[in-house]
């Protein structure tokens, strides 16, 4: 089955970086669009980044020139190198893989959720 495995989260202050990774298996990884959300208490679901099979690029204007996507198709693996955190970059990171379907369109799967927590 399919399972996306994040790691990487933590605490850490304001100005500082953590890398988020989401290591994928159950999908054929290489023609996988991949993506990372993030749910702030109280707030809804959003997108951060997303990457395609293809290696293009696309961030939340919020995060732009700070957060990095990247992936790692041999390692099955995607990251989200994140700089110059702030703390309203505190939330719950999760780990989208949007997988092509037999007939058109994609399925969404997600991973479990890591916790980023932003101090001042």
């Known amino acids: 089955q399919v399972q996306l495995v994040e790691s990487g989260g933590g605490l850490v202050q304001a100005g500082g970086s953590l890398r988020l990774s989401c290591a994928a298996s159950g999908i054929i990884f290489s023609i996988t669009a991949m993506g990372w959300y993030r749910q702030a208490p109280g707030k809804q679901r959003e997108l951060v980044a997303a990457?395609?099979?293809?290696?293009?690029?696309n961030y939340a204007d919020s995060v732009k020139g700070r957060f990095t996507i990247s992936r790692d198709n041999a390692k099955k693996t995607v990251y989200l190198q994140m700089n110059s955190l702030k703390p309203e970059d505190t939330a719950v990171y999760y780990c989208n893989a949007a997988v092509p379907t037999m007939y058109s369109g994609t399925k969404d799967y997600w991973g479990q959720g890591t916790q980023v927590t932003v101090s001042s």
């Open positions: 990457i395609s099979s293809g290696g293009n690029t």
